[in-house]
């Protein structure tokens, strides 16, 4: 990712969500952000967060996003691990099969089986019930398919299976693992102000 | 989606997301059908029964689905 903010420093972002990425208060610029995530093994310190959308109770959400800045020689790759590079960005549509990678259920296929849904999402770390606008939801494509996404999937890319186009950020899932939602990228990409960075 | 459409989304977001069990709704404008995502653990019959009055001559879908937390 690149910031599209002329007062921005320049260099190669993460992308992730501002539930992952952003401290519930306080500065949000600056904190910390290591990899793997704190509760696995081995964490470390890769970059600080540059700025996140901000999450409420109180008024709809259109997008769950976060851009963090990577420290000085960390290194990285611009792919995504068993998905493949990412030929651009497409608006998600209603039966598009679409691939990620994520940090707990790794890589699934799945179907897109409605867009625009506006949704209550349980937010378990505060038992609060959050609304999302716009959300695509993608399911399972037979009903013995491992899990499509799970708990700690969160920021993972969601690609179209045919183009190799980003269609949306993951954000949320059930527990079972039969759907997962994501916001279409292009609210994403608009909301923080970047751009995506082709390989 | 149609101006339109996103505003009677809008609408019965507003009066029913919450109820009963309702934790999702959508408009399919192709064919003219409103799902409503419903926990499969709670009888969401009343509140669909409202909303499909506030849907006026679309169809409505209701889909029994265990609610999305933040992954």
């Known amino acids: 990712m690149r910031s599209a903010r002329a007062s921005d420093p320049n260099g190669v972002l993460v992308l992730s969500n501002s539930h992952v990425l952003a401290p519930d208060s306080g500065r949000v610029q600056g904190t910390e952000v290591v990899q793997p995530a704190a509760d696995d093994e081995g964490p470390e310190t890769v970059g600080a967060v540059l700025r996140a959308t901000r999450l409420t109770r109180t008024v709809p959400i259109t997008a769950d996003g976060a851009i963090a800045q990577l420290n000085e020689g960390v290194a990285f790759e611009n792919t995504i691990c068993t998905v493949g590079d990412v030929a651009g960005t497409l608006?998600?549509?209603?039966?598009?099969?679409?691939?990620?990678?994520?940090?707990?259920?790794?890589?699934?296929?799945?179907?897109i089986a409605a867009?625009?849904?506006?949704?209550?999402?349980?937010?378990?770390?505060?038992?609060?019930?959050?609304?999302?606008?716009d959300l695509f939801r993608v399911e399972q494509i037979g009903a013995h398919d491992p899990p499509v996404g799970k708990l700690g999937?969160?920021?993972?890319?969601?690609?179209?299976?045919?183009?190799?186009?980003?269609?949306?950020?993951?954000?949320?899932?059930?527990?079972?693992?039969?759907?997962?939602f994501a916001q279409p990228i292009a609210t994403v990409l608009k909301d923080l102000e970047i751009t995506l960075e082709l390989k | 989606m149609s101006e339109q459409t996103k505003h009677l989304q809008g609408v019965l977001a507003r009066r029913y997301l919450g109820k009963q069990g309702i934790h999702g709704i959508s408009i399919d404008e192709d064919?003219?059908?409103?799902?409503v995502y419903v926990d499969p653990?709670?009888?969401?019959?009343?509140?669909?029964?409202?909303?499909?009055?506030?849907?006026?001559?679309?169809?409505?879908?209701?889909?029994?689905?265990?609610r999305a937390r933040l992954a």
């Open chain 2, 41 to 66: 653990m709670q009888d969401a019959t009343g509140a669909v029964d409202r909303l499909r009055k506030d849907a006026g001559e679309l169809k409505v879908q209701t889909i029994a689905s265990p």
């Open chain 1, 91 to 111: 608006d998600p549509a209603a039966k598009m099969k679409v691939e990620k990678h994520g940090r707990t259920s790794g890589h699934s296929t799945g179907i």
């Open chain 1, 153 to 180: 999937d969160s920021g993972s890319l969601v690609v179209d299976a045919a183009s190799r186009k980003a269609v949306g950020l993951l954000n949320a899932a059930d527990d079972l693992g039969s759907f997962y």
């Open chain 1, 115 to 133: 867009i625009g849904i506006t949704a209550q999402v349980n937010d378990p770390e505060h038992d609060v019930e959050l609304t999302f606008l």
């Open chain 2, 31 to 35: 064919n003219g059908t409103v799902k």
